[in-house]
């Protein structure tokens, strides 16, 4: 399999092909290898590889979930995986090697989804860049001397790079839209206690913590929402179940659906006549999903 063939598919994609036997999940994990091997080196997203454990899944056989067979990186910070060293960034953890995998991790195999690896993080995931004394800085892959963000670049630079369609990820405070906005990816925060981070707590950062993935298309987030989102036994607290399944919800052409977009606002005065360009391509994607937009002007919101 070619990178150039890899590289076109997302992760939904990947293991339907995988499910209907025209490739096999040894196949993508040949691939998915390859292509680290071919640019970790300089944009340094995987820092702990698991490649020879990662190809023995795949000749054994993975679950059949809804990512059966896809390649995936776990984040050197937040849900943990037995037996891996998990130091969160920072020298003081180097040693540190989890005795159980936490049970995000546990819904993510079920998926079906072969850990390659894990990325990294700054110190501790607290900063909006991926530069820690541990591993040292990664760079983006769409141009090395910028930053693929953080606390997730390690995920974003790997999933832009192409080396797997989604990775692992979590957000406090950005850190996962901040590396999908600097690395051109999707990058959703679920609603606080939407994924467990059991076992080693029952909530992070007072419940604004939550982990999800980074990837490249809408769909594979949504999928993967599905097949992760719900309580664990020690929930502190139950988020609101959703309507429908999210990959459904994201699937589903709105026929008569009409949205509002404020491209002009009476206290952005210092908004330029260029800033709402940006906007135009998006939307007229959005219009293939039978959506209208409407423009308005935003009421004052009290600012001076």
Not at 27 to 40: F, G, I, S, T, Y
Not at 78 to 94: D, E, F, I, K, N
Request: glycine content about 10%.
């Amino acid at each position: 399999m070619t990178f150039a063939e890899y590289d076109q598919l997302d992760g939904l994609a990947q293991a339907d092909l995988v499910r209907r036997g025209q490739l096999t999940a040894a196949d993508l994990c040949a691939a998915a290898v390859a292509r680290a091997e071919a640019v970790n080196p300089r944009i340094n997203a995987v820092v702990r590889p698991l490649y020879e454990a990662a190809e023995a899944r795949a000749a054994a056989g993975l679950p059949a979930g809804p990512l059966g067979g896809v390649p995936f990186l776990l984040k050197d910070f937040g849900a943990q995986y037995a037996g891996v060293p998990h130091s969160s960034g920072s020298r003081a953890l180097r040693g540190f090697v989890p005795a159980q995998d936490a049970e995000l991790v546990r819904r993510w195999q079920a998926a079906g989804l072969n850990v390659l690896g894990k990325t990294n993080t700054p110190e501790f995931a607290l900063m909006g860049v991926t530069e820690p004394a541990l591993f040292g800085a990664t760079r983006n892959p769409w141009n090395p001397d910028h930053t693929p963000g953080g606390s997730s670049g390690g995920a974003a630079a790997a999933v832009a790079a192409g080396i797997v369609p989604v990775a692992g990820a979590g957000d406090g405070g950005g850190s996962i839209r901040i590396p999908a906005a600097c690395c051109g990816l999707f990058g959703l925060k679920p609603s606080r206690a939407a994924t467990p981070p059991a076992p080693s707590r029952a909530e992070k950062w007072q419940g604004a913590a939550v982990e999800h993935v980074l990837s490249r298309s809408v769909r594979d987030s949504a999928a993967l929402l599905d097949a992760t989102a719900g309580p664990d036994p020690g929930a502190p607290y139950l988020p609101a179940p959703a309507c429908r399944p999210y990959l459904e919800e994201v699937t589903a052409r709105r026929a008569g659906c009409a949205s509002v977009l404020a491209l002009d606002t009476r206290w952005a005065s210092r908004c330029t006549p260029s800033a709402p360009r940006p906007c135009a391509r998006p939307l007229r994607c959005s219009e293939a999903w039978a959506t209208r937009w409407r423009k308005c002007r935003c009421p004052s919101m009290g600012r001076p």
